[in-house]
């Protein structure tokens, strides 16, 4: 199974960015999004179960939206309202069946103040 991530930029701060995670196969119980900048812990940004129920860490809530396209075996991360402390790289990450996780390559996401 491999996870592609892409999407990633330079935007200013209040803009933008819809980021695009596909994956070649597999059935997943659980998609996210983590970030992660240097130095720091990978932390999970935004989550959605295989029911669809999601969820967000308290920051980004009201900004960010995670959601799916089945069909296309597609993630998507849609960031609005960006600021500078939203900078980091971001993956995707997908949980299989019995609790197998897979992460995308990052995508570097830049917020000019």
């Given at each position: 199974v491999q ?59 009201g900004r ?50």
């Amino acid at each position: 199974v491999q996870l592609q991530a892409s999407g990633g930029g330079v935007v200013q701060a209040g803009g933008s960015l819809r980021l695009v995670c596909t994956y070649n196969r597999g059935v997943f119980m659980r998609l996210a999004w983590y970030r992660q900048t240097p130095g720091q812990e990978r932390e999970l940004v935004a989550s959605i179960a295989s029911s669809g129920s999601t969820n967000y860490m308290d920051s980004v809530k009201g900004r960010f939206s995670i959601s799916r396209d089945i069909a296309k075996n597609t993630l998507f991360l849609e960031m609005n309202n960006l600021n500078p402390d939203d900078t980091a790289t971001y993956y995707c990450y997908g949980q299989a069946l019995g609790y197998l996780d897979y992460w995308g390559q990052g995508t570097l996401v830049t917020v000019s103040s």
